[in-house]
Each structure stands twice: as structure tokens, then as C-alpha cells.
């Protein structure tokens, strides 16, 4: 669990940088997949980033902990990330 709030908190920090001109929709992908996709799904959205093998073995342990949170939570904390990232705050 604190891996997955240590996630968003990580993610939506980025998100919300002031030097960020807008939201990467690969990364935002990337994240959605992360989340609600399956580790295959999450492993090709990573392809395009060419991440060493200890990036790809990190993000792939990062999917297994966060597959083990319900369903419904994981739904929720991408709801959360995109009600945030849509906040007058991070525009």
C-alpha cells in the first residue's frame, strides 16, 4: 500500500511540475497501464522508453504489488491522479 501511495504521490507530483508544459499522453499511458493494465500491457507501454532491464525488473515489481491491491482501489487511485492533474492547480 505505501508503494502505491508513494506512486501517486511521485506521479502527481510530475504531473503537476510547474516546468511541465502539459501532460505526456505516453507517460499518462504508461501510468494507466501501470494501474489498470495487465503486465504485458505495461511492459509494451514501457517498449518506446528503452528502460535498461533493472528499470524494466523495478516497474515490472512495482505492477506485481500494485496487482495486488482490489480492483476497485487501483480504479480510484487513477480517478484521483486524473482529478488532480485537472485541477486549476496543476494547469
Known amino acids: 500500500m505505501k508503494l502505491a501511495?508513494?506512486?501517486?504521490?511521485?506521479t502527481l507530483a510530475l504531473l503537476c511540475s510547474?516546468?511541465?508544459a502539459g501532460i505526456c499522453p505516453r507517460f499518462a499511458?504508461?501510468?494507466?497501464n501501470l494501474l489498470l493494465g495487465t503486465p504485458s500491457s505495461y511492459e509494451t507501454s514501457l517498449k518506446e522508453f528503452e528502460p535498461d532491464d533493472t528499470m524494466k525488473?523495478?516497474?515490472m515489481?512495482?505492477?506485481?504489488?500494485?496487482d495486488?491491491?482490489?480492483q476497485t482501489t487501483r480504479e480510484n487511485i487513477m480517478k484521483l491522479?486524473?482529478?488532480?492533474?485537472?485541477s486549476p492547480l496543476c494547469m
Open 81 to 86: 491522479t486524473e482529478k488532480i492533474v485537472k
Open 5 to 10: 501511495i508513494t506512486l501517486a504521490l511521485v
Open 68 to 70: 495486488s491491491l482490489p
Open 18 to 20: 510547474p516546468a511541465s
Open 29 to 32: 499511458h504508461v501510468i494507466e
Open 61 to 66: 515489481q512495482m505492477k506485481k504489488v500494485l
Open 57 to 59: 525488473d523495478a516497474g
